[in-house]
């Protein structure tokens, strides 16, 4: 008998052996992992039974989710992955534009909005839809052109709830597009063997149990969600969906809902040691702690060690194209630092990947000698969403074997670990000189001794860049004092030409802070 790959199979085989233990929890409001297999069962069958796609002969199929964290966007994940689709993200605040392009690119065969998606349907994108849009709006919707079947969740009758649909290796769970250097996002497509590899390994090596209860930060296009969401429901616990109304309020959250499993992005922690939210043994309860998605720094990891006494610290680092996270590093004593970083390494390769150091010409090389991260291994992705060129430059064949190029600037040291110092494109030339934004950050974060800070070449002149401008996030600062400092760490021409406080750090939809938007607040003040 065929092994069905179906992301959603471990909901529903807890739907049959735990029905009545809670799947998610958000907003006051849950739902057991009985109910949600119904409702992601229903949803799954309204899509089948439609006219266009029992029409839609062509494959693969995919369903475009318009929706943001919360009950609805996990029902209606489940749903397209339980009728046998690939799901794919869009997020609620995107640009009218951007959301037309990831149209255009994706011949989606459904889109599922949640209430605040459905408000985002203009005239203008319903005409954009696939044949299907099934929404959870409390008002009428339709559309102009009749070749639009919409449909409201609330009409869909209760089905048998039945195995979802058979889903092969190869098949595609997921498409996440990331930002792409040309100005068109990119897709990355994820197949269901590399996802269903990745929830049941990632469960098993942080030991989770059906009793634990695990925290939720993420938009669904952010594949930190992947993690969050399946290897939760891997082993049957609950999932507690943060509000982004209540970031701030995290810890709180966190003692409210007796979490015991934390999973964030660094920043959210740096945050939260900024307004001083992180006391002594505030998050005694939680068990496992998950960092991911950037450079986790010592000074976070220390504040945290206090507050979570009884935490494992875990500090996984992964690319989207290799299947959420594809190395690890648990938090020991004393803390493994990437050297003159003030960060933590980011570990060896979970089991099922590999990674090395190469050169520009994808040769090895030496512990200890800095060059690009390469991944291979079962969690890689198919590669970008209609674009083979970049797909076949981005993921070589080397020495008989698959890897994927990250971008990433990384060494391996004696013992095995890889320390990672930032991204390849974050280089930039500042009079000449190569510079490392990541590398002035650490410095920044430490003579400061605030996590949430970002760096960027500015301004630029003829496409040049004539000097380094830092943000620290927090409401004033010593800019004087913080500069002399530097000054004794770093050589003339990495040392910022200014340093601007900034309470409220932009940051982008994965919790990282968003250099554009940096540069934008620079070429604003400067018009």
Known sequence: MATNYNLALAVYRHSLTTPDAVAVVSRGQSLTYGEIAARAASLADGLRRSRAWQCRERSPLRVGILASRG???????LAACWAGAAYVPIGLKLPEERTLTLLSLCDLSAIIADEDGARLLTERLLDACPPIVIHA???????????????????????????????????????????????????????????????????????????????????????????????????????????????MNAVKFARTSELTVWNSVPSLAGMLRQVNALKAGSLAGLRITVFGGEQLPEATVTAWQSAAPNSV????????????????????????????????AIGTPLPGSAAKVVDEDGVELADGTAGELAIAGVQLADG?????????????????????????????????????????????????????LEEIDAHLRLVSHVDVVGSVA?????????????????????????????????????????????????LNHSGKVDRRALHRLLDTDAA
């Open 313 to 344: 610290i875990v500090n996984l680092y992964g690319p989207t194209e290799a299947t959420v996270f594809c190395l690890a590093q648990t938090i020991g004593q004393p803390l493994p630092v990437t050297p003159g970083r003030g960060v933590l």
């Open 137 to 247: 709006s409390r008002t009428p919707l339709s559309a102009r052109d009749d070749a639009v079947e919409v449909l409201s969740m609330a009409s869909l009758p209760p089905v048998t709830v039945v195995e979802p649909t058979l889903m092969a290796a190869h098949e595609t769970a997921y498409i996440i597009f990331t930002s792409g250097t040309t100005g068109v996002p990119k897709g990355v497509v994820i197949s269901s063997g590399a996802a269903r590899h990745y929830a049941a390994m990632i469960a098993e090596r942080l030991g989770l149990r059906s009793s634990d209860r695990a925290l939720e930060t993420c938009e669904l296009g952010f594949d930190f969600s992947v993690h969050n969401m399946f290897s939760t429901w891997e082993v049957g616990a609950a999932l507690h969906i943060l509000p982004a109304t209540t970031v």
């Open 384 to 436: 970008y969403l209609g674009a083979a060129d970049l797909t076949a430059s981005r993921f070589p064949v080397i020495d008989g074997q698959r890897w994927y190029l990250s971008g990433d600037v990384a060494t391996r040291d004696a013992a095995g670990n890889f320390h990672c110092f930032g991204r390849i494109d974050n280089q930039v030339k500042v009079l000449g000189y190569r510079v490392e």
């Open 458 to 506: 500015w301004p630029l002149v003829d496409g040049m860049a004539r000097g380094i401008v830092c943000f620290v996030g927090v409401p004033t600062i010593d800019a004087d004092r913080l500069i002399s400092d530097l000054k004794a760490r770093l050589p003339a021409y990495m040392v910022p030409n200014r340093l601007i406080a900034l309470a409220e750090m932009p």
């Open 71 to 77: 009950i609805d966007a996990c029902v209606a994940l």
